[in-house]
């Protein structure tokens, strides 16, 4: 069986948890050279070693997606860049009351900053080399009112507006940009946001969470990184400036 992504070089952001690990995984195992960037250097260095061990290509580079300069050297660094994944992000609980100046400075930074940093970053080498995908994660929270979501609907709003932006000026480039919208997904982010915003309740959190999907439970990182694979390979070579939703019905199905 022929690989989908043989010797393609693949960076993926905040590949060192959740969807981003998934992606780095699955996307090794088709054959991508795989520069995983993240600032939680355990958790890089630890997806890179395991992707290594089962004789796939990966290189971690300790990056604060926030930093443009950090951020540029790296991809100067990398070099050539067939995929994209603007995948790093955080979360924040609360309305526009609960939200302080810093909070959204805060998400602003990494979900939308880090996204701009790293289109910029990678731009010059797709349009030289007239070929390149990207492949922005945004969220259910960008074309919906989630409670309590304010900075990061507003973050992820943003990152369907730089992916339709990115995909109609260059797509004479050569180069596809989309995104995906996914519902919750059971990751160390979820997890992480539980525990600080609902501590005590995690248990009933986790589970009204869960059946806030009509399919009844969260997705996995993995059922994210199969779509991820199918767009940013050939098998999605007609798809650009689409916005995938992957929420198990929670946009489109009434409950
Ligand atoms: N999990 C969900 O339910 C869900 C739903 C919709 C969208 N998303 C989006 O998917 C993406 C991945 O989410 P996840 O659930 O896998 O999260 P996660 O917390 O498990 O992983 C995110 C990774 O990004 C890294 N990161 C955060 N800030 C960074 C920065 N400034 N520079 C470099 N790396 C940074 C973290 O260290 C971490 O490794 C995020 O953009 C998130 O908004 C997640």
């Given at each position: 069986m022929s690989l989908k992504l043989e010797n393609k070089i693949a960076v993926i952001t905040?590949?060192?948890?959740?969807i981003g690990r998934a992606m780095a995984m699955l996307f090794a195992g088709q054959g991508a050279v795989v520069h995983l960037l993240d600032f939680d250097q355990k958790g890089g260095e630890e997806v890179a070693k395991e992707i290594q061990n089962t004789g796939g290509k990966a290189a971690f580079h300790f990056t604060n997606v926030a930093d443009f300069a950090g951020v540029a050297t790296i991809f100067e660094t990398i070099g050539k860049v067939d995929i994209l994944i603007n995948n790093a992000g955080i979360a924040h609980v609360g309305s526009l009351e609960n939200c302080g100046l810093d909070d959204f400075e805060k998400v602003y930074q990494v979900n939308v900053r880090g996204v701009y940093n790293c289109l910029h970053a990678a731009l010059p080498t797709m349009k030289n080399q007239k070929s390149g995908v990207i492949l922005n994660l945004a969220s259910v929270a960008s074309s919906i009112g989630i409670p309590d979501r304010f900075a990061y609907s507003m973050s992820k709003g943003a990152v369907v507006g730089m992916t339709l932006s990115v995909a109609r000026d260059y797509v004479t480039d050569g180069i596809r940009c989309n995104c995906i919208s996914p519902g919750r997904v059971h990751t160390p982010f979820v997890d992480g946001f539980i525990a600080k915003n609902y501590p005590g309740q995690e248990k009933e959190m986790f589970q009204k969470l869960s059946v806030s999907q009509p399919v009844g439970r969260m997705g996995t990182p993995e059922e994210i990184a199969k779509l991820a694979l199918f767009l940013c390979?050939?098998?999605?070579?007609?798809?650009?400036g689409a916005d995938y939703a992957i929420d198990g019905g929670f946009v489109n199905l009434k409950m």
């Open positions: 905040g590949a060192g948890s959740g390979s050939d098998d999605g070579s007609f798809i650009t």
